[in-house]
């Protein structure tokens, strides 16, 4: 697929994958770079540490205006009120730290907030539908992947600063922590252990916006001239000939992006290809001319099941 | 990776009015002027749905949507094979793929996939693990064996595994009335819904550990059984030593029917994990173990909620009730109640509920 249509979005031909839709059509997909997941995930910890911290001093506000209430006399505090506000944040808690990627990833966008920042989502391998047990299993995966073997080291950190004896353990839990962590570097599909036994994969999202008609505007419209000397250019058919549909797609991208002076490069070497005596000011038009034409003549010859990949073929 | 744009985030850009189809010189073109608002409609339907589910489309629209998708479907085909525009192919691409992981997406939010859990489907999916299940009893009844028969044989093994007992009215040496002290009730109600919220996120904290430690083959999973149920086996021998051993069975039974299930079935779920992976018959490793996983994962929702049960179970009734009687009957029916709920209860599958594949 990539080979046919080299967008600049799936260049990096090794993480470009086809989706097969139930229609039968082949739809290019690319697993999500693990720089991407590694920020995605860096944001939403941050979000729900964050979260938690602003719940808590909450907490800690109502709690103390309850202690106020009582003219700080702990004999006169309402036991029940601050027992109530002890289990809103376990239950906050537990909540929060499941709910936040379960319920996000479930949405229409299968995304967590990080990873709609980065541009990913989640997708079940394979083009299969997504299905809530999918997201439930790579999400509680990811405790033991990440966040227990972290805690656990922390404690023995602790342990081992007060001069008690850690021995091994230490460095079997450093040896699973750094098992699942680069788990994803020793398969194809970027794949961590939560993805295996869920069934998913983290791809990117998919998003490109319709560009302009090429073949409607200036001198590559239909009776389209140049704006500036008046002339229509006309490619005959040896001209024509010499570049594939690699080079018409560079041609595009750079009418679509460039700026008018850094056309000129192009515009010349091309002149020097198809022999032909380069000016200088009217680029645009030129090109703009060149291109539909030789669009023209590739898509008609496509027509007839002959294609050109590139100037070498 | 590409850059995020932030533009998109902020509302859309301004909508520029097609230009005429006869200006565009190129067949190719033509064919993309004539489909394009079918295109743009769907693109604005696809931008609702990401924002805020179905309830904001109107019902036109979403009627709409399934022949929208195959209509922009199938210009990618015809433009893959008679159009040379980049732009045009990429964004039909990222469309229909957009469009499909929508047609094609999870069927329902997680509100919706909850009721239809409780309604059968948690049941069905404890019943997919029944080979699991009775592997993962069979070691936690041998652990209780094995965690009696070792301190029996040499008491330094209750301080080895209970190294922070030293306050504890309970261990070796303890006289009948403390041990009987040690299963009374607390005055009366206060603190206890705070314990049971305590008790509950550190249990299920432990049965996800066992799931997830299913990863490694199943064998994790069996060990943290084991272990557990060895500490079981060492207070029944302790309260046995004062011939205490129904009292204790019947202050553990209040919420210990469902919390021994519900860590009976986390073991099972990752176990069911692990097998998967070690023989994974005739499917690939991954398939497998997705499949596998999937199915697990629904019962461990399950092991969540009993987790919540057995908790409040834990803080109230336990602590409240002291008749060994009434203990027994809590106990015993919240058994008969799950027992009956995991294997009598057997709904048909509606046809909006997530299909689960029977195990092998």
Redesign the interface.
């Known amino acids: 697929m990539s080979a046919r249509s080299p967008i600049a979005a799936h260049s990096d031909a090794r993480r470009a994958r086809t989706l097969i839709t139930p229609e039968g059509l082949a739809l290019p997909i690319a697993i999500a770079p693990l720089a991407s997941r590694a920020g995605a995930l860096i944001i939403d910890v941050m979000i729900i540490f964050f979260g938690l911290i602003v719940f808590q001093l909450a907490i800690y506000w109502i709690a103390d205006g309850v202690l106020g209430g009582t003219q700080f006399d702990p004999n006169r505090m309402s036991e029940a009120a601050i027992e109530f506000l002890g289990i809103l944040v376990a239950l906050f808690v537990f909540c929060t730290w499941y709910g936040y990627f379960l319920v996000q990833e479930l949405g229409p966008r299968g995304a967590t907030l990080g990873k709609r920042a980065v541009g990913i989502r989640i997708a079940a391998r394979g083009g299969a539908r997504l299905t809530p047990e999918a997201v439930i299993a790579r999400n509680l995966l990811r405790d033991i992947e990440i966040f227990y073997p972290l805690i656990t080291l922390l404690v023995l950190v602790i342990v081992g600063d007060r001069g008690e004896p850690v021995g091994m353990l230490g460095w079997v839990v450093t040896g699973w922590f750094g098992l699942f962590l680069l788990f994803p570097f020793f398969n194809r599909d970027r794949l961590r252990a939560g993805d295996i036994v869920a069934g998913t994969w983290v791809v990117e999202r998919p998003r490109a916006k319709l560009g302009s008609v090429l073949s409607a505007q200036g001198a590559a419209a239909a009776e389209g001239a140049s704006d500036v000397t008046g002339v229509r250019y006309d490619f005959g058919e040896a001209e024509l000939s010499i570049y594939g549909e690699k080079e018409l797609q560079t041609l595009e991208r750079m009418l679509r992006e460039s700026p008018d002076e850094a056309l000129a490069a192009a515009h010349a070497a091309i002149c020097r290809k198809i022999g032909w005596n380069p000016g200088a000011g009217d680029e645009r038009a030129f090109l703009e001319a060149f291109y539909a034409q030789l669009r023209a003549k590739l898509e008609a010859d496509m027509r007839f099941g002959k294609r050109k990949a590139d100037k070498f073929s | 990776?590409?850059a995020?744009?932030i533009s998109?985030w902020f509302g859309r850009g301004q909508v520029?009015a097609?230009?005429?189809i006869?200006?565009?010189?190129?067949?190719?073109?033509r064919f993309?002027?004539e489909r394009?608002s079918d295109?743009?409609r769907l693109e604005a339907i696809l931008e609702r749905?990401?924002k805020g589910?179905l309830r904001r489309i109107a019902d036109d629209d979403l009627i709409a949507l399934p022949t929208l998708y195959?209509t922009a479907?199938s210009s990618?085909?015809v433009a893959?094979?008679?159009?040379?525009?980049?732009?045009?192919?990429?964004?039909l691409?990222?469309?229909?793929?957009?469009a499909?992981?929508?047609v094609?997406?999870?069927?329902?939010?997680?509100v919706r996939?909850l009721r239809g859990f409780l309604l059968g489907g948690w049941s069905r999916a404890v019943r997919a693990l029944w080979l699991d299940i009775c592997i993962a009893l069979f070691v936690m009844v041998a652990g209780t064996i094995v965690g009696w028969l070792l301190v029996a044989q040499d008491e330094a093994w209750f301080y080895r595994l209970f190294p922070g007992s030293m306050g504890d009215p309970r261990q070796p040496g303890a006289t009948r009335e403390q041990l009987l002290e040690s299963l009374g009730h607390d005055e009366g109600a206060?603190?206890l819904?705070?314990f049971?919220?305590?008790l509950?996120?550190n249990n299920?904290g432990v049965c996800?550990?066992a799931?997830?430690?299913g990863?490694a083959f199943g064998i994790p999973s069996l060990m943290l059984l084991v272990h557990n149920m060895a500490l079981l086996g060492v207070l029944l021998w302790l309260f046995n030593g004062q011939g205490l051993v129904v009292e204790l069975a019947a202050w553990l039974s209040v919420h210990g029917t469902t919390e021994l299930f519900g860590i009976l079935l986390s073991g099972a779920a990752g176990l069911h994990?692990g097998r998967a992976m070690a023989f994974p018959d005739k499917l690939p490793v991954?398939?497998a173990?997705?499949?596998?996983?999937?199915?697990?994962?629904?019962v461990?929702?399950g092991v969540v909620i009993m987790m919540v049960v057995a908790a409040l179970l834990e803080a109230f009734p336990r602590q409240l009730v002291e008749d060994t009687g009434s203990r027994f009957l809590i106990g015993g029916t919240m058994l008969v109640f799950w027992l009956a709920y995991f294997i009598l209860y057997r709904p048909a599958p509606r046809a909006g509920d997530?299909a689960?594949p029977e195990a092998a």
């Open positions: 990776m590409k995020p744009v998109s520029e097609p230009p005429d006869e200006s565009a010189a190129l067949r190719s073109d993309r002027l394009e295109w743009k749905m990401e589910g195959r479907a990618l085909s893959r094979e008679t159009s040379l525009d980049a732009a045009t192919l990429a964004y691409e990222a469309l229909v793929q957009r499909w992981f929508q094609y997406g999870p069927r329902q939010g997680f996939w206060a603190g819904a705070g049971a919220a305590q509950f996120s299920s996800i550990l799931f997830a430690l990863f994990i991954l398939e173990a997705a499949a596998a996983g999937r199915r697990s994962a629904a461990m929702v997530a689960l």
